[in-house]
């Protein structure tokens, strides 16, 4: 069974920091194509960032302020974001697929984990 598990949102104030973590199991984490989404309230879901061991993609809204790594030894996925802003709000899901292709469509999702930003 594939599980997916987010942690390390929570509420911060505009200019902050937060570190986001997905824990991953029952796949071969290291074959994965591991990333970040997020949805808004009242928003659809949107890519925000996504890592295969060489290869690094962003969201516009989010280049230069979050940074996406994995740690294939802990299957671990993180998400750094700095420089937060009030519209960064929103419930953060970490995914993975075999894909490699763009749009990313993952086979498999966590739960979500909540980021709030407060101006």
């Known amino acids: 069974q594939v599980q997916l598990v987010e942690s390390g949102g929570g509420l911060v104030q505009a200019g902050g920091s937060l570190r986001l973590s997905c824990s991953a199991s029952g796949i071969t984490f290291s074959r994965y194509r591991l990333g970040w989404f997020r949805q808004a309230p009242g928003k659809e879901r949107e890519f925000v960032a996504a890592?295969?061991?060489?290869?690094?993609n962003y969201a516009d809204s989010v280049k230069g302020r979050f940074t996406i790594s994995r740690d294939n030894a802990k299957n671990t996925v993180y998400l750094q974001m700095n420089s937060l802003k009030p519209e960064d709000t929103a419930d953060y899901y970490c995914?993975?697929?075999?894909?490699?292709?763009?749009?990313?469509?993952?086979?498999?999702w966590g739960q979500g984990t909540q980021v709030t930003v407060s101006s």
């Open positions: 890592k295969t061991g060489s290869m690094t």
């Open positions: 995914a993975a697929g075999l894909t490699y292709r763009d749009p990313f469509e993952p086979d498999y």
